[in-house]
C-alpha cells in the first residue's frame, strides 16, 4: 500500500513563504507524476502543480511565478515551495501519485492546511 505522508503547512501572513513536503513509501519513479492539489471550504479540489516522471511540470495560472514543484529522488519526496503566498491560497493542499499501468491508480495524502492571513 503506497502511502504519501505530507508536512509543512501551517499559518503565514500574506507575502510570505512555505514549504510543503510529501513523502512517499516507494520511489517516486514508480508514478507516472505526482502533485499538489488543494481545497479551500465550499470550492472544488484544484490541481495546483505536478511533476511528471520525465521531470516535466505543469501549474495552475494563479500560482505561476510563485510556486515551484521539485523533488529528491533520493529521499523520494516531493515539495512546494510557495512563496509570496495570498490569502486566496489558504485550503487544504494534498499530495497525489499517479500511476496508469496496469491500471489507473490515485494515491493520496492526509492533506495540510495553509492559511493566509495577517
Known amino acids: 500500500q503506497v502511502q504519501l505522508v505530507e508536512s509543512g503547512g501551517g499559518l503565514v501572513q500574506p507575502g510570505g513563504s512555505l514549504r510543503l513536503s510529501c513523502a512517499a513509501s516507494?520511489?517516486?519513479?514508480?508514478?507516472?507524476?505526482m502533485g499538489w492539489y488543494r481545497q479551500a471550504p465550499g470550492k472544488q479540489r484544484e490541481l495546483v502543480a505536478r511533476?511528471?516522471?520525465?521531470?516535466?511540470?505543469n501549474y495552475v495560472d494563479s500560482v505561476k511565478g510563485r510556486f515551484t514543484i521539485s523533488r529528491d529522488n533520493v529521499e523520494n519526496t516531493v515539495y512546494l515551495q510557495m512563496n509570496n503566498l495570498k490569502s486566496e491560497d489558504t485550503a487544504v493542499y494534498y499530495c497525489?501519485?499517479?500511476?496508469?499501468?496496469?491500471?489507473?491508480?490515485?494515491?493520496w495524502g492526509q492533506g495540510t492546511q495553509v492559511t493566509v492571513s495577517s
Open positions: 516507494r520511489s517516486i519513479f514508480s508514478f507516472n507524476a
Open positions: 511533476i511528471t516522471s520525465g521531470g516535466s511540470t
Open positions: 497525489h501519485a499517479l500511476t496508469v499501468l496496469p491500471k489507473i491508480n490515485d494515491y
